[in-house]
């Protein structure tokens, strides 16, 4: 049982991650026509001390638009996980280091 409570203690993070947008681009959550061209972006942000510090990351779509050089995107996908490497990393530090990765999915309009 002591083990459980300790294994617990060193896996678990307040980790914020936030997904926003400027407003520059036309950001679509479900699908649209014409935006046929798929990709997939990954992402990882870094997090101390249990996750408290920084206590939030911003992750702007309007830049990952920018770097396609799409002007609209549509049917976004996000998801946040921690790769296993990043896991281990974590436990080693005892929580200290927090690395949180994330895969954003869209459809992109040029």
């Known amino acids: 049982m002591f083990l459980l409570v300790v294994f617990s203690a060193l896996t678990v993070s307040c980790t914020t991650l936030s997904f926003k947008s400027y407003g520059?681009?036309?950001?679509?959550?479900?699908?649209?026509k014409f935006h046929?061209?798929?990709?997939?972006?990954?992402g990882e942000k870094d997090f101390?001390?249990?996750?408290?510090?920084?206590?939030e990351h911003k992750?702007?779509?309007?830049?990952?638009m920018k770097e396609y050089d799409?002007?609209?995107v549509a049917n976004i996908e996000i998801e946040e996980y921690q790769s296993t490497t990043n896991f281990i990393l974590s436990?080693?530090?005892l929580g200290l280091y927090v690395?949180?990765?994330?895969r954003v999915k869209f459809y992109g309009k040029r």
């Open 70 to 72: 799409f002007y609209s």
């Open 24 to 32: 520059e681009f036309p950001i679509n959550i479900g699908p649209r």
């Open 36 to 42: 046929g061209e798929i990709q997939e972006y990954v």
């Open 91 to 93: 436990f080693l530090s």
């Open 99 to 102: 690395p949180r990765n994330y």
């Open 48 to 55: 101390y001390l249990w996750g408290i510090i920084p206590f």
């Open 59 to 64: 992750v702007y779509i309007d830049t990952i």
